[in-house]
């Protein structure tokens, strides 16, 4: 579906505190910008900002950075931020240069409903493609850990048969989020559509420890 654009949205980025205009320079030091030695987690692909906000607003010991690749969706994310969150930052950034961005700091990589890119020829571009788990290994601290949501079945499939290949531990995996009546999970905007409509959400946590 096509994101429609969104007035003012540069405006509205540009004047948010939440928004890091060049995020290249914390690399290795993001937690010099938050002004502590919290966890950091990223979410890849935020959207309009639901979970990462509410992430952030429930665990304020966490640090929570928001990746958003189109101007229009981050500037909804931002409109919907209404209350001081000092944990909460917002980048607008694609995802393949995200090793530009940070260098063995971040604790947890959030990837909800990504882009299913269903095409084989497209097989690279998916956020859990062998490419992206490397930059993950790269960027992540003391081991690498995924937590990934999504309703596309042949995306949950490919994303499984990829950890294993790289050796990762499934701490947990459902084939129906909902049904786990899980009180501590976060919702997404996606995810409160497809409830609605019965669709299974799949979910998958994984670790690695790196070498």
């Given at each position: 579906?096509r994101?429609?654009?969104?007035?003012n949205?540069?405006?509205?980025?540009?004047?948010?505190?939440?928004?890091?205009?060049k995020?290249?320079?914390?690399k290795?030091?993001?937690?010099?910008?938050?002004?502590n030695?919290?966890?950091?987690?990223?979410?890849?692909?935020?959207?309009k900002?639901?979970?990462i906000?509410?992430?952030?607003?429930?665990?304020?010991?966490?640090?929570?950075?928001?990746?958003e690749?189109?101007?229009?969706?981050?500037?909804?994310?931002?409109?919907?931020?209404?209350?001081?969150?000092?944990?909460?930052r917002?980048?607008?950034?694609?995802?393949?240069?995200?090793?530009d961005?940070f260098?063995?700091e971040?604790?947890?990589i959030?990837?909800?409903?990504?882009?299913?890119?269903?095409?084989?020829?497209?097989?690279?571009?998916?956020l859990?493609?062998?490419?992206?788990?490397e930059k993950?290994?790269?960027?992540?601290?003391?081991?690498?850990?995924?937590?990934?949501?999504?309703?596309n079945q042949?995306?949950?499939?490919?994303?499984l048969?990829?950890?294993?290949?790289?050796?990762?531990?499934?701490?947990?995996l459902?084939?129906?989020?909902e049904?786990?009546?899980d009180?501590?999970?976060?919702?997404?905007?996606?995810?409160?559509k497809f409830?609605?409509?019965?669709?299974?959400?799949?979910?998958?946590e994984?670790?690695?420890?790196?070498?």
């Open positions: 579906m994101q429609r654009n969104v007035k949205k540069e405006e509205i980025i540009n004047n948010s505190k939440y928004f890091i205009e995020p290249e320079l914390y290795g030091k993001w937690h010099s910008l938050f002004k030695s919290h966890p950091i987690k990223i979410e890849i692909g935020t959207g900002g639901n979970f906000i509410e992430n952030a607003k429930r665990y304020p010991n966490i640090n929570f950075i928001g990746i690749k189109s101007d229009s969706i981050l500037a909804l994310a931002l409109k919907k931020i209404e209350t001081d969150i000092p944990n909460l917002m980048l607008l950034l694609d995802a393949k240069d995200i090793q961005i260098s063995e971040i604790e947890t959030y990837l909800n409903f990504s882009d299913p890119w269903p095409k084989k020829r497209h097989t690279k571009r998916r859990t493609s062998p490419n992206f788990l993950y290994e790269n960027i992540s601290k003391d081991k690498v850990k995924i937590i990934m949501k999504t309703d042949d995306l949950f499939i490919y994303t048969l990829t950890l294993n290949n790289f050796n990762y531990h499934f701490e947990r459902t084939f129906d989020l049904k786990l009546n009180t501590g999970n976060i919702k997404t905007e996606y995810e409160e409830n609605k409509i019965n669709s299974p959400i799949y979910l998958v994984a670790t690695k420890s790196k070498k």
